[in-house]
């Protein structure tokens, strides 16, 4: 089963304009992270934010994180037409072991030229 | 390239044959994760290693799927007697032990595509 669910499931912007996901789940985590993934290919981690984190940036990237209410954001600034990809959020089972991920569905991010 | 490797990238084949895929993690990294990803969702875990001893399996691993790491290094997941249900794309993934080069970090490969027709 999948803990995670992104908001919203697709979002087309505009090369240069800010893009917001967000992210739900259900269990007590020890930290959440994202990855991107290109059309067809593996997925790369973009950021690892841990549960006494509330927020943490990382170039044109901004993640919150609302414990109390079980939820996420990334953010992504000036947008570029590379950044076309789907994201996904993952998070670890809260135990004393984060070794094993639950990933969402993720959004799909389209940017315009 | 030091990343994980994957192969094949991609593999068509009958219902009811068996099929293998294998892995490379990076070199260093002793955990050893498969996921399965169909189209539309996200990953999905199917087991996990730590150097060769698996340590946890999925219940979407039925007992037609199977994986070793036979000397902590490379893996092989295979899956006998195809069904089109098992049509997915099968990601690899590594990461460090845990402790201070563990950031929690998964790094996939590029993914095994599979096609049962």
């Known amino acids: 089963s999948q803990q995670g669910e992104e908001d919203p499931q697709a979002l087309s912007i505009q090369e240069g304009e800010n893009a917001t996901m967000n992210c739900s789940y259900k269990?007590?985590?020890?930290?959440l992270q994202w990855y991107r993934q290109n059309s067809g290919r593996g997925l790369v981690h973009l950021i690892l934010i841990r549960s006494n984190e509330r927020e943490k940036h990382s170039g044109r990237l901004r993640v919150t994180l609302d414990t109390s209410k079980k939820s996420s954001s990334l953010l992504i600034t000036a947008s570029r037409a590379a950044d076309t990809a789907s994201y996904f959020c993952?998070?670890?089972?809260?135990?004393?072991?984060?070794?094993?991920?639950?990933f969402g569905k993720g959004t799909l991010l389209t940017v315009n030229p | 390239d030091t990343g994980v490797s994957q192969d094949p990238r991609h593999k068509i084949t009958k219902r009811g044959q068996n099929v293998t895929f294998r892995c490379d993690p990076i070199?260093?990294?002793?955990?050893l994760y498969w996921y399965r990803q169909t189209l539309g969702q996200g990953p999905e875990f199917l087991t996990y290693?730590?150097?060769?001893?698996?340590?946890?399996k999925s219940r979407l691993l039925s007992d037609r799927f199977s994986a070793e790491r036979p000397k902590g290094s490379f893996s092989t997941l295979e899956i006998q007697r195809t069904e089109q249900g098992d049509s997915a794309m099968y990601l690899c993934a590594s990461s460090p032990s845990l402790g201070g080069a563990d950031t929690g970090e998964l790094f996939f490969g590029e993914g095994s595509r599979l096609t049962v027709l």
């Open positions: 269990t007590s985590i020890n930290n």
């Open positions: 993952a998070t670890d089972n809260g135990g004393g072991s984060n070794y094993k991920l639950t």
């Open positions: 290693f730590q150097n060769e001893a698996q340590l946890e």
């Open positions: 070199s260093e990294h002793n955990r």
